[in-house]
């Protein structure tokens, strides 16, 4: 995590009028430098869940803890989707980059499932969106959560 100091040069670049505290339009410009595109009424409503004293604009303290769950947010989203791709690979077929009946058929036999390649087959079309018989990271990740 950044230390206050640098919160606090960004809170001020961020404070376009300089009156120390950030307005849902101020928050909104920050969003939209970090490539986000939200509508003011999303900024109103942000600074709001935010805005502890209900002034309608967000101070240095509001600014640093939204920040902070930020960046613990996405740090829990990308231990999941490595964790995702970790069990993925055990599934995936040698030298491929997919899940393919012969290779699910394999893992569930290691994990004590004695499935014909038939079920294995049936199993991946559940979830195999462009219906070519394999997996795809993308695919294991919508059946996975």
């Known amino acids: 995590m950044m230390n206050c100091n640098a919160y606090e040069r960004i809170f001020k670049r961020l404070d376009e009028d300089g009156d120390g505290k950030l ?7 920050c969003m939209e430098t970090i490539g986000e595109e939200p509508h003011i009424e999303e900024a109103q409503e942000l600074v709001e869940s935010m805005d502890s004293d209900g002034d309608g604009l967000l101070e240095l303290e509001e600014f640093v803890g939204w920040i902070e769950r930020e960046i613990k947010l996405r740090d829990h989203e ?43 087959c049936v199993m991946i079309g559940e979830f195999d969106v462009n219906e070519d018989g394999i997996l795809s990271f993308d695919e294991f990740k919508l059946m996975m959560l």
Request: include cysteine; charge should be neutral; proline fraction near 4%.
């Open 78 to 120: 990308e231990r999941k989707m490595e964790e995702l791709r970790e069990a993925f690979r055990m599934y995936v077929a040698e030298g491929s980059e997919c899940i393919t009946p012969k290779s699910l058929k394999r893992m569930l036999s290691r994990l004590g499932e004695s499935t014909s390649l038939e079920d294995c």
């Open 23 to 29: 307005s849902p339009s101020e928050l909104r410009r």
